[in-house]
């Protein structure tokens, strides 16, 4: 495999994990396991020293505020919280002004926000780089996190199947290009009418073929669990659809990670979940609380990818 020269991330964005080789995404899971590692060794590394992160969040969170704000500043760098009532963006200013304003004042933007195409317009604009916090269609940083917790608890990651079971939501979307990337067997299994995105999953099959990696989009969650070495998966009904929730809860009866479908796994199966979770809806609270579950590890480990990102690209 050939070597990356880590400075060629500097000034590009993080928008979506099909965007990366996969050279690139292990130079990304690298620098994420040696800050990490560094971390815990208790030595500093000011790597981003004086520089700052404009923050923007449309649609609030616990983990991307929390990692990314401790993050810039464990990396000597500062974080700047913009909500929609604290910039004009709420107000009506455009993102194409906002996007050149903010590139003449910080070093870097992370966006949570719903539309996909916000974050695409603030990186046509900007001249810093933009990273994705999420959009209703993408989560790359939380998958990034994931390979990175799958290679802790594997230590690989090709070859292995992972199951999602649950909605074809913006996780799904970002498993099927980090795993397709990674070399890894990738079965999503959503209700009918909650499947992923047909492009995004043709985008995947790809990337998959290019890489070693297979996905396929099936029915039935216990055939994508049956002999599955990771097990994942997501609410039923994520921020904004909420109105939904009660529809939803009857199409995803059956869609659920409990102790049936670790009997299906491989017996060293281990148990994701992006959080927050709805215990007794998406997964049992037996599972998140089990032996296999590696759901915190993964959460600390949103930390440690968003540095690596952070650190490449500012």
């Given amino acids: 495999m050939k070597t990356i020269d880590r400075s060629s991330f500097k000034g590009r964005d993080f928008i979506s994990l099909h965007d990366f080789s996969q050279e690139e995404l292990n130079c990304f899971l690298e620098v994420a396991h040696e800050l990490k590692a560094e971390q815990k060794a208790g030595h500093p590394h000011p790597i981003l020293q004086g520089k700052t992160l404009g ?25 700047l919280f913009l909500s929609g009532r604290d910039i004009q ?16 004042m910080v070093d870097g933007i992370m966006i949570r926000t719903f539309s996909h195409q916000e974050v695409l317009d603030l990186a046509k604009y900007a001249t810093i780089p933009i990273i994705n916090g999420l959009t209703d269609l993408l989560h790359p940083c939380q998958v990034l996190a994931d390979l990175m917790t799958i290679q802790e608890h594997k230590g690989r990651l090709a070859g292995l199947k992972l199951a999602y079971v649950g909605d074809g939501n913006n996780m799904a979307h970002s498993l099927m290009f980090g795993g397709a990337k990674m070399g890894l067997h990738v079965v999503i299994a959503s209700p009918s009418g909650y499947k992923p995105d047909p492009a995004i999953v043709t985008l995947a099959q790809e990337d998959a073929k290019a890489n070693g ?21 997501d609410v039923w009904a994520s921020m904004g659809q909420e109105a939904e929730a009660s529809e939803r809860m009857k199409a995803f009866q059956g869609y659920q990670i409990s102790s049936e479908s670790l009997k299906l796994a491989q017996p060293s199966a281990i148990v994701l979940h992006c ?3 709805h215990r007794g809806e998406e997964i049992t609270d037996e599972v998140i609380e089990g032996a296999q579950s590696v759901v915190f590890d993964e959460a600390e480990n949103r930390l440690h990818a968003q540095k690596a990102i952070m650190a490449l690209v500012m």
């Fill in 55 to 79: 923050m923007i969040f449309t649609k609030s969170s616990t983990r991307t505020r929390v990692s990314f704000e401790v993050g810039i500043y464990q990396l000597g760098g500062q974080g």
């Fill in 89 to 104: 963006l709420g107000r009506g200013e455009t993102i194409a002004d906002t996007a050149r304003v903010l590139s003449r």
């Fill in 213 to 233: 990696g297979f996905v396929e989009v099936i029915d039935d969650p216990s055939e994508a669990v049956k002999g599955a070495d990771v097990l994942y998966t």
């Fill in 275 to 277: 959080l927050p979770a």
